[in-house]
């Protein structure tokens, strides 16, 4: 069946750096990838939707210059946290899909911490 | 607008028959899903309805009705392990883009 894999699982960084989190489809080809955050005992959050060379396409109140995504290949999506604070503080899933598909593959997830 | 309702806790019995709701108003469908959430872990397939119908795979059934905009998802035999958040996602038309409900926390006690 169809693998996506995030690292790191989980990441404690100290507020005002930047964090990298990384997205891949491991036995497929994503067409499109997409990035959810959820905060605890709330639901899954689209973040943004990246389909491969070309930019992201970002939901309403997600600001696009901190959290920096590039899908530059049709195995890997990167996310980046830029400028951290406490409150960015979540747990980060991405999902890849294959354009023949209806089903979207969750990745297992990234704990981030910022303290 | 896009509205996904689902109730927010619900506790059943080990071996008994559990059925979660999902009622759902949006303004393009195109099939809904079924997914199940431990604390901590992704979320992981357990269904997906395009046509109205009940759709069958081992101790989980999912119902849609797509004039009503509702479904359900059955859970039969319980066992403790389905003890987990259960999440109902409707796909965007034009999008194809998943929009998820609030989940469902399921507590299977013995």
């Known amino acids: 069946g169809a693998v996506v894999s995030q690292h790191p699982s989980r990441v404690i960084c100290k507020s005002g750096t930047s964090v990298k989190i990384e997205c891949r489809s491991l036995?497929?080809?994503?067409?499109?990838m997409f990035w959810y955050r959820q905060f605890p005992k709330q639901s899954l959050m689209l973040m943004a939707t990246?389909?491969?060379?070309?930019?992201?396409?970002?939901e309403q109140g997600v600001e696009k210059d901190k959290f920096l995504i590039n899908h530059a290949s049709l195995t890997l999506s990167t996310l980046t946290v830029t400028s951290a604070h406490p409150e960015d503080s979540s747990f980060y899933i991405c999902?890849?899909?294959?354009?023949?598909?209806?089903?979207?593959?969750f990745g297992p997830g990234t704990r981030l911490t910022v303290t | 607008g896009q509205n996904i309702d689902q109730p927010t806790e619900m506790t059943a019995t080990e071996g008994a028959i559990v059925q979660i709701n999902c009622t759902y108003q949006t303004s393009g469908f195109n099939g809904l899903f079924w997914y199940q959430q431990h604390a901590g872990e992704a979320p992981t397939f357990l269904s997906y309805n395009v046509l109205d119908g009940l759709e069958e795979k081992g101790r989980f059934s999912s119902f849609l009705s797509r004039s009503k905009g509702y479904s359900y998802l059955l859970l039969k035999e319980l066992q403790m392990k389905d003890s987990a958040s259960y999440l109902c996602?409707?796909?965007?038309?034009?999008?194809?883009?998943?929009?998820f409900g609030t989940g469902t926390l399921l507590a299977v006690q013995p």
């Open positions: 036995d497929f080809q994503a067409t499109t």
């Open positions: 999902s890849a899909r294959i354009l023949s598909s209806y089903e979207q593959y």
């Open positions: 996602a409707v796909r965007d038309w034009a999008t194809n883009k998943l929009i």
């Open positions: 990246s389909n491969e060379g070309s930019k992201a396409t970002y």
